[in-house]
C-alpha cells in the first residue's frame, strides 16, 4: 500500500528581488498511511506552511517529488492539478477564510461539483455536512455572526463539500481558545477516522499532536533528528 506521504529530496527556494532563499533543503520522507493522522511540528518560519502547499498542489517545489496517496504530484498537468486541488483535498486554515458576504451553508457549498448555491441536491448535502459539525442551527448566519470556533466548524465542513481523501489543516486551532480549540480538534480527528480520510496537520497544540499516527517535526527546512524515520521498504 503507499504512503499518505512521500517526500523526494524535496527543495523549495522562494526569491525575492535578487536573493534566494531556500525554504525547505532536501527532505526525505515516507510517512503515514491513508487515513493515518499526520502531524507537522516545528518552529515559526521552519517551513511548515510551505511544506503543506505543497502537498496541496498549490505551490510546486523548486527540486524533488512530492508524492500524496501515491499521486505523484509533479506528473500531474495543469488540468490534473486543479482537479486534485479540487476533490481530492480539503483545506483547513488558521483564519478560516470563509466567505464574509455569503452563509455559512453557502460557504459549505461553493465548492460543491456541478452543483449550484440554491439547488436542492447541494442544500440538502450542504446542510447533511453541517450536522456533522453540529452547525446545522446557524446554516444562514454569515461568518460575521460565527464564533471562531463556530466559523472553524463551518470550514471543516467546507473542506468535506467534495468528499476528498485528505484533509490539508495549517494550525486550524490557532485562533482559538483552548477549550474550543479542544472541540474542534475532537471534531476534526472524529470526522477524519470516521469518514476514512487522511489527515495532515500543521499544529502547535500538544493534543493535536499527541492524537496523530505519525510526528513529523521539522526544523530550519529540514526534518529534526526527534522525527522517526522508517527505515527504507
Ligand atoms: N512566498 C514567499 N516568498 C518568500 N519567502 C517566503 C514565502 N513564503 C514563505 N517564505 C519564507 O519561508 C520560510 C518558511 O515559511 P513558512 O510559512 O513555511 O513557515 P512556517 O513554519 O509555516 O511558520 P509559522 O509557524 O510562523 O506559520 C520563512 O522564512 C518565510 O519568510
Ligand atoms: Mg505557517
Do not use: C, W
Not at 534566494?20 to 527532505?27: A, C, E, F, N, P
Amino acid at each position: 500500500m503507499s504512503s499518505l506521504i512521500e517526500l523526494k529530496g524535496v527543495i523549495k527556494e522562494y526569491k525575492t528581488g535578487p536573493s534566494v532563499i531556500r525554504v525547505l533543503k532536501g527532505i526525505d520522507l515516507s510517512a503515514g498511511e491513508p487515513g493515518s493522522i499526520v502531524a507537522v511540528l516545528g518552529p515559526s518560519g521552519s517551513g511548515k506552511t510551505t511544506l503543506l502547499n505543497l502537498m496541496g498542489a498549490l505551490d510546486k517545489p523548486t527540486a524533488g517529488e512530492v508524492v500524496v496517496l501515491g499521486m505523484r504530484l509533479g506528473e500531474l498537468s495543469e488540468k490534473q492539478l486543479t482537479e486534485y486541488r479540487r476533490k481530492k483535498v480539503g483545506f483547513v486554515f488558521q483564519t478560516f477564510n470563509l466567505i464574509p458576504n455569503l452563509s455559512a451553508l453557502e460557504n459549505v457549498v461553493l465548492p460543491m461539483e456541478f452543483l449550484v448555491p440554491g439547488d436542492k441536491q447541494a442544500g440538502e448535502k450542504g446542510m447533511h455536512l453541517l450536522e456533522q459539525v453540529g452547525m446545522a442551527h446557524r446554516a444562514k448566519h454569515s461568518p460575521a455572526k460565527l464564533s471562531g470556533g463556530e466559523q472553524q466548524r463551518v470550514a471543516i465542513a467546507r473542506a468535506l463539500a467534495n468528499d476528498p481523501d485528505i484533509i490539508l489543516a495549517d494550525e486550524p486551532t490557532g485562533n482559538l481558545d483552548t477549550s474550543t480549540g479542544e472541540e474542534v480538534v475532537s471534531l476534526l480527528t472524529d470526522l477524519v477516522k470516521r469518514e476514512g480520510k487522511s489527515l495532515m496537520v500543521v499544529t502547535h497544540d500538544d493534543r493535536l499532536a499527541s492524537l496523530a499516527d505519525f510526528v513529523l517535526h521539522i526544523r530550519d527546512g529540514q526534518l529534526a533528528p526527534e522525527t522517526p524515520i522508517p527505515p527504507p521498504s
